[in-house]
């Protein structure tokens, strides 16, 4: 029994030593600890914009594509293909775009953060950084976060226009059943600005979690190449179910009690 | 801390087993000593019949570090069991020791990166594990280390690896810095190599890029772990004499931590014997090489017959 027990105690201790590292990372940033590394910060962003916008810009573009055709052939199913425009509104903006992010996120970045610390770890630049008077929290975690906080939101709002984009062109363009004009009409009485501000806030937390867990995973990676191996793996594991579960809990909190579906009147 | 005072006995730190066994050692010939027949030393005895603790006067320096009966263990395993060891200031000191001794779990003691559980950590006088973040911060200004594998930032080239501690911690403007960090990189012998990024330089020439970086902030203290591992007979000859001669140049506490003989006889003023986390000897060079300890003569000499065993 008790050593059935064993591996939630570990999960557990996992998550309280992440939302302890998470804290830890936050308070870097809110005292204002980071701002003596902003160049290390704003070359974060641009390692960020430059390095994984296109990779997950590409996949809400295909996400987007898939809605707009699931739309498109699901309503004309149901005799209504002018209506493709309810799908795709809410299948971009709620969910899939949303989970895309999660997930490109994820992988890209996530994994990135704990391979790049971790072998850093491993190499002993940690400490050097740490004997030359360096927080290595400050100058290696908290620049991360920062510059993530600063960039992801702009970036998954990009994400939302060009999944949007490949709606339009699946639904008007390739399947063809719906003019432009009464696919938009549909398209945005299905959704409003609160809509687009819950979804950033899905997408905005995923990203923080991800790097939250992908920072902890490399910065606490030992046992050389195979333990940093073994972190990634773990990073994506963990991230892939909070992307879900984060998507879960956002969807019930935002468009649980009122999904704000102009149907009937 | 001045000679005589650290020839001080510690002995008020030792629990009372420990303190009688290690006066016992120091006034008795150790048990399962020499015997005829070669290998016929009885090992398991007493581990540490042979560490007499006994710290031979320097040539009149402070020390820079000091270590009063630290322990520290990682799990079930004690690493270091009751460390005295005083490093002297303006020397070449030499931590010497078998693998696995709790050599380079000094250095991170030294620096603050681990704390001891029991014991102190004094550095000019300050004890490391307690002081604030802050001050640690500010105390490992004094340090430059250069690690086993140089460390240096994979996401660098080779000068902004060396620009990195001025660029972080100095007003000095890009000129300055260049003049300084060429002048360093010249001295390690890597002038040209500036522009390379670490993934392109041999493993002697990451140590001496290590060393370059180690050096730019002018540490007072310069921790060396195992600059010999990984390279070959000449090129480590060549870094001791590198390491020499920029000791020569710049002074303070060099402390380097080896388990090479040959470096020891090359560049160390001062030798520090570690085994099973205590000091077996410690003291100048040559009276050191000239030890009537067993262990401390087999070790120096590097050889098969005596109290060390593959253990």
Redesign the interface.
């Given at each position: 029994m008790n050593r059935a027990l064993e591996v939630p105690k570990q999960w557990m201790s996992v998550v309280g030593e992440m939302a302890k590292f998470g804290g830890r990372d936050f308070g870097e940033i809110f005292s204002g600890k980071v701002f003596k590394y902003t160049g290390e910060m704003l070359r974060q962003c641009g390692v960020l914009i430059l390095g994984s916008a296109i990779t997950i810009w590409t996949l809400m573009f295909i996400l987007g594509l898939t809605c707009g055709i699931e739309g498109a052939y699901f309503n004309r199913s149901t005799g209504a293909p002018a209506y493709a425009g309810v799908f795709a509104a809410w299948c971009d903006l709620r969910e899939v775009m949303p989970y895309g992010f999660g997930y490109m996120m994820s992988a890209k970045v996530g994994t990135g953060l704990v391979a790049e610390i971790g072998a850093m770890q491993i190499a002993d630049e940690v400490d050097a950084l740490e004997v030359m008077g360096i927080s290595s929290m400050t100058f290696l975690v908290a620049t991360r976060l920062l510059a993530a906080m600063l960039t992801l939101p702009f970036m998954y709002l990009a994400g939302i226009g060009v999944g949007f984009f490949a709606s339009y062109i699946a639904v008007v363009h390739q399947i063809a059943e719906v003019s432009s004009g009464t696919y938009f009409m549909i398209f945005w009485i299905f959704q409003n600005p609160p809509d687009v501000l819950f979804s950033v806030i899905k997408a905005f937390v995923m990203g923080i979690v991800i790097v939250i867990v992908g920072t902890y995973y490399g910065y606490t990676a030992g046992g050389g190449p195979v333990g940093v191996g073994t972190a990634t793996a773990k990073s994506m594991v963990v991230n892939l179910v909070m992307v879900h579960l984060i998507g879960m809990l956002g969807t019930q909190l935002f468009w649980g009690a009122n999904p704000r579906a102009p149907i009937g009147g | 801390m001045a000679d005589e005072d650290r020839n001080r006995d510690h002995s008020e730190y030792f629990s009372e087993d420990e303190t009688h066994e290690t006066q016992a050692a120091v006034q008795d010939e150790p048990e399962g000593e020499e015997r005829e027949g070669g290998d016929s030393f009885n090992r398991e005895e007493d581990a540490y019949q042979w560490h007499t603790g006994e710290k031979r006067e320097a040539a009149g320096q402070e020390d820079a570090v000091e270590f009063i009966n630290t322990v520290k263990a990682f799990g079930a395993n004690t690493v270091l069991n009751g460390l005295d060891l005083g490093l002297p200031d303006n020397q070449i000191s030499m931590i010497l020791g078998p693998s696995g001794t709790g050599k380079s779990v000094c250095i991170?003691h030294m620096?603050g990166?681990l704390y001891p559980d029991e014991g102190d950590v004094l550095v000019h006088g300050e004890s490391v594990p307690n002081m604030p973040?802050q001050d640690l911060?500010?105390m490992?200004?004094k340090?430059g280390?250069l690690?086993?594998?140089g460390?240096?930032?994979?996401s660098m080239n080779l000068y902004d690896n060396t620009a990195?501690?001025l660029r972080?911690?100095t007003d000095k403007g890009e000129d300055e810095i260049q003049e300084v960090v060429m002048r360093r990189l010249k001295e390690v012998g890597l002038g040209d190599a500036g522009d390379k990024m670490p993934n392109e330089l041999s493993g002697g020439m990451r140590k001496r890029a290590g060393f370059a970086r180690a050096l730019v902030?002018e540490p007072s203290i310069v921790l060396f772990d195992e600059p010999d591992s990984g390279l070959d007979p000449v090129r480590t000859a060549l870094l001791c004499e590198l390491i020499k001669e920029i000791h020569e140049d710049n002074g303070g506490a060099f402390v380097v931590i080896t388990h090479d003989i040959m470096s020891a006889r090359r560049v160390a003023e001062y030798i520090a014997i570690l085994w099973k986390g205590r000091i077996v000897e410690s003291g100048p060079a040559d009276e050191l090489f000239n030890s009537n300890n067993q262990f401390v003569r087999q070790f120096l000499a590097g050889e098969a017959q005596g109290p060390l065993g593959m253990e």
């Open positions: - | 991170k620096v990166l973040d911060f500010e490992r200004k340090f280390v690690f086993q594998d460390a240096l930032f994979g990195f501690p972080q911690h902030l």
